[in-house]
């Protein structure tokens, strides 16, 4: 199967509440009610919002309330019709639409419009201990998009989510084969359509989507500057604009993490918003894919700061996120044709889709 | 200990953990850089005050509950250590050498002191 769908994602605080639980929890509630393809949620370990607080999970007393990122895809009708019931129950946070194209089931030859054709996002879902053969299944995933040439993957571990319309909570103390992991990888479009058919053979139940995606920086290099959109379409609808930026725990800017300081520098710039996750394998540039290593006590997994913010701002930010990555990491834009943030300060845009 | 003393341990045993929770936090907030400023200033002034509880020679049931609950539970060597270590991983060796190496030497001296003080009046 190969259709248009939508991707919503929901960025806010661990200890949001809704009604008598936690965001988290009820905004999952929904997934499973609808019984989403699939949806993950993520947990960050550094970031903050529009009220400017920083969460961090290297300071104990600031990991209590850490941001966090909920994705979820379907067909553009099955996410629609649960709108309305996921805008009752968040009170707080942003949240955006995307389009995407989902690919299920064994996976042939591909056709990309031609839109996909240069840079494209590959998003893959899979089970945290889905095995092929003997070795786990986001190993062997990572490693063929490395030989095919993408520019960098990163494995995201889901603390709970559904996973072709089940859900799956990760438990303490508990086996949590089934809780979903997100692997995000980015590279030029030909070549990630020719991975396609390898990366379906090593998954038990394939569910990938891809969307199109700008390249702003590789290793230093400057390739592109991120989406500038002016103005409102013909209904008035604005877009956002979304930058991610992959790199390693360990790449670094002066003595400091990169992460640390860009996440340091944004909010010292009074930006809107930027969330960290991190992940547990995974590449970008040459350096082959790696993780965390046994007794090892400095950390060797990719990190991956979004900010999404309106196209005036990711101006700013990208200036920001430039001149911190000088010499490692992979910069992308995407366009969010639908963003809705919502606080005690009040509301900012809406759940509909702007024609980009 | 009589069972009333026993529900004040634990009464200020609290009020202590939530006094390290809000000023660790508002410090580590305001702070920003690398180094775990709320915690050592935390452990710093803990030591500092039960230094002077012991220097103003309280004891008996006022040292159990002003020092080993309230200040006990005030100070926290797993928050130092933990934070050490994710600065390790971050491998900025040299503020975690930093954070151990200054606490145990102001931590000393702030007890120290503190005694001194406690003693004086």
Request: charged share 20%; glycine share 12%.
């Amino acid at each position: 199967m190969n259709e248009d769908c939508l991707k919503l994602t929901a960025y806010f605080a661990e200890r949001d509440r809704a009604g008598d639980g936690f965001l988290g929890d009820a905004l999952l509630g929904v997934c499973e009610r609808h019984r989403f393809q699939t949806s993950v949620l993520l947990r960050g370990t550094e970031g903050f919002g529009r009220h400017q607080v920083l969460q961090t999970e290297r300071l104990l007393s600031l990991s209590e309330d850490l941001p966090m990122v909920l994705v979820a895809v379907d067909s553009r009708r099955r996410i629609e019709a649960a709108l309305p019931e996921v805008g009752h129950v968040a009170g707080h946070g942003l949240m955006t639409l995307e389009r995407a194209r989902m690919l299920t089931g064994a996976i042939g030859a591909v056709t990309l419009p031609e839109d996909l054709h240069e840079a494209t996002k590959l998003t893959v879902y899979c089970g945290r201990h889905e095995r092929t053969g003997r070795r786990p299944a986001f190993v062997s995933v990572v490693d063929l998009l490395y030989q095919c040439g993408g520019l960098s993957t990163t494995v995201l571990l889901g603390v709970d989510g559904t996973a072709h319309g089940a859900r799956q909570r990760a438990r303490f103390l508990a086996a949590n084969a089934e809780v979903p992991m997100m692997i995000i990888a980015v590279g030029p479009g030909d070549r990630i359509r020719r991975a396609l058919p390898d990366l379906s053979g090593v998954l038990e139940r394939p569910l990938m989507t891809l969307e199109r995606v700008r390249v702003c920086k590789v290793d230093g290099r400057r390739l592109a500057e991120p989406h500038r959109v002016a103005g409102a379409d013909d209904e008035g609808l604005h877009t956002w604009v979304k930058l991610m930026v992959h790199a390693d725990h360990d790449t670094r800017h002066g003595r400091r993490p990169m992460y640390v300081e860009l996440v340091r520098r944004l909010r010292a710039a009074r930006l809107g918003g930027a969330t960290v996750l991190e992940g547990i394998w995974g590449y970008h540039g040459a350096r082959p894919p790696q993780g965390d290593r046994l007794l090892a006590l400095r950390r060797h997994v990719p990190t991956t700061t979004v900010i999404v913010d309106t196209p005036d701002r990711i101006g700013q930010a990208f200036a920001i996120v430039d001149e911190l990555t000088d010499e490692a990491g992979v910069v992308t834009s995407e366009l969010v044709p639908a963003f809705r943030a919502r606080g005690e300060w009040g509301e900012a845009g809406g759940l509909r889709l702007a024609q980009v | 200990m009589t069972v009333g003393t026993w529900i004040l341990v634990g009464l200020l045993g609290g009020t202590g953990s939530v006094a390290r929770f809000v000023i660790d936090g508002l410090i580590g907030e305001r702070a920003g850089g690398p180094f775990p400023w709320g915690t050592f200033i935390v452990n710093l002034s803990g030591a500092a005050l039960l230094g002077g509880l012991v220097g103003a020679a309280v004891s008996g049931n006022g040292l159990i509950l002003a020092g080993t609950a309230t200040l006990g539970s005030y100070t926290t060597l797993s928050t130092w250590m933990l934070e050490t270590h994710r600065l390790g991983q971050n491998a900025q060796l040299m503020v975690a050498g930093v954070n151990l190496v200054a606490s145990l030497l102001v931590g000393f001296a702030a007890a120290a002191g503190g005694h001194a003080v406690g003693a004086a009046l």
